[in-house]
């Protein structure tokens, strides 16, 4: 048997806690370093005469290739985190509505604490 | 001297090297890349039309001029391959953006940049993660339970991955800034020491000068970390990146290679111009070594986390999928 009544409600909280606030400040760390970097933009610091050392980018295609799935992870990471954030509140939501109690307890909560 | 004024280097040794051969087949300086014969030197002594006295034609003195010049006419070729090396100032906004990405993926008590030991502060913001783990250790569905294992519980050696990935890429671009730094300093030393050996061959002693390729130190080798596996602290991969000398200073974190060295010493502008082709040679070789470790280690990089991508980023949970005909049964009830 699950909690119920103002147990619930504060159970409810947690998700829309972390749901609205923990997930979301989290993701936009992982989108700002996604974003905030880009491997294209290092490309004309690679260029060079083609007779000087690996051609005429050199490393850039192996370190590019590297930066590039560094920028992917960081952005999949992000992505997932805010989405389940959604669910998490879909579900406080939804359980809340279950139960007068519950709902009391989980918009008293989220007027106090945000 | 420095490194933007290569092309004028080479020109200054292309002269004084013809101005040294010149001299010595009988010719004299009269302007700015003019030279005359001399009216009585060795066999050229006569009745030159318009100078004193040489017996030479004008189609002789521009065979002779032919001549000495093409025994130089590659050397500003070898100089202008290197005006355009990279400048390792551009490297910097790179660096920057990623040593931004590794302060927002510090955690816990804090990372330690393994290219260069510099401590990083904790992104505070990611203990968010540990407050929501006890959120959902209350939930029973599947969903839920298989969220806190698999996100949640392994997000703190994720990170730890992704910021010393983001560290490892980072240290590459350290890397190739330390290397043009090197590159663009080697060059110019040897044209310098190219210039001054020329104006030393008629100097009493042996001409002797020597070079140091300190562009095959500039790409150092660190020592290797492990990234680790989910929850624990096996090492499920072990890699050593590449670090700049130039960031990682004195610190003995790498392996810095002794800068080869090559003797050179001549007493004709043949010979000296013949030691500076090979200490060209020789420092591009250095040059094409130092980028390869570079260019090797991100193909390594890249393959460690091709092959372990589960190391880098959780797999997409199911609950990020949940809508409201399933987010009861993904979540359960909370106990």
């Given at each position: 048997m699950g909690d119920t009544g103002t147990e619930l409600g504060v159970d409810c909280y947690e998700l829309y806690d972390a749901g609205h606030n923990l997930y979301p400040a989290i993701a936009s760390e992982f989108d700002a370093c996604a974003t905030g970097f880009s491997a294209s933009s290092s490309y004309n610091a690679f260029v060079?005469?083609?007779?000087?050392?690996?051609?005429?980018?050199?490393a850039y295609t192996e370190w590019s290739a590297a930066a590039n799935t560094l920028d992917n992870v960081l952005a999949e990471t992000g992505r997932n985190l805010r989405d389940t954030g959604q669910a998490l509140m879909l579900a406080a939501n939804t359980y809340a509505a279950t139960d007068a109690a519950a709902q009391a307890e989980y918009d008293r909560r989220k007027r106090e604490l945000g | 001297m420095s490194f933007e004024e290569l092309s004028a280097h080479a020109q200054e040794i292309v002269e004084k090297a013809m101005e040294w051969d010149l001299e010595r087949m009988g010719y004299m300086k009269v302007g700015d890349n003019e030279w005359m014969p001399r009216s009585?030197?060795?066999?050229?002594?006569g009745q030159y039309p318009g100078y004193g006295g040489s017996t030479m034609t004008q189609s002789e003195v521009d065979a002779d001029m032919a001549e000495v010049s093409g025994r130089y006419d590659d050397v500003p070729g070898l100089f202008d391959a290197f005006s355009s090396l990279p400048d390792p100032a551009s490297f910097d906004a790179g660096i920057d953006d990623l040593t931004a990405a590794l302060g927002k993926l510090s955690q816990g008590s804090g990372g330690e940049?393994?290219?260069?030991?510099s401590p990083t502060p904790a992104?505070?913001?990611?203990?968010g993660m540990d407050t929501s783990q006890d959120y959902l250790a209350r939930w029973t569905g599947i969903a839920a339970a298989q969220f806190k294992e698999n996100f949640v519980d392994t997000f703190e050696s994720i990170t730890t991955n992704q910021f010393l990935l983001t560290s490892y890429i980072k240290g590459a671009l350290e890397a190739e800034k330390s290397l043009w730094d090197a590159a663009r300093r080697n060059i110019d030393e040897i044209a310098e020491d190219t210039i001054t050996a020329l104006e030393e061959?008629?100097?009493?002693g042996k001409n002797e000068w020597s070079m140091a390729f300190s562009v095959a130190g500039a790409v150092v080798a660190l020592v290797a970390v492990p990234f680790t596996a989910g929850g624990s602290l096996v090492a499920a991969a072990t890699f050593a990146g590449v670090g700049g000398a130039l960031s990682i200073?004195?610190?003995?974190v790498g392996n810095m290679e002794d800068a080869p060295e090559l003797d050179m010493s001549g007493e004709s502008p043949e010979a000296v111009i013949g030691n500076m082709r090979e200490a060209i040679t020789k420092l591009k070789d250095e040059i094409s070594k130092a980028e390869q470790k570079i260019a090797d280690k991100m193909t390594e990089l890249q393959g460690i986390v091709d092959g372990h991508r589960e190391l880098f980023v959780a797999p997409r949970p199911n609950l990020a999928d949940s809508g409201p005909g399933d987010i009861r049964e993904d979540m359960g009830v909370p106990r």
């Open positions: 060079r005469d083609s007779s000087i050392g690996l051609g005429y980018s050199g | 009585s030197y060795g066999g050229r002594a940049d393994p290219t260069n030991g992104n505070t913001i990611l203990d061959m008629g100097d009493c200073g004195g610190a003995a």
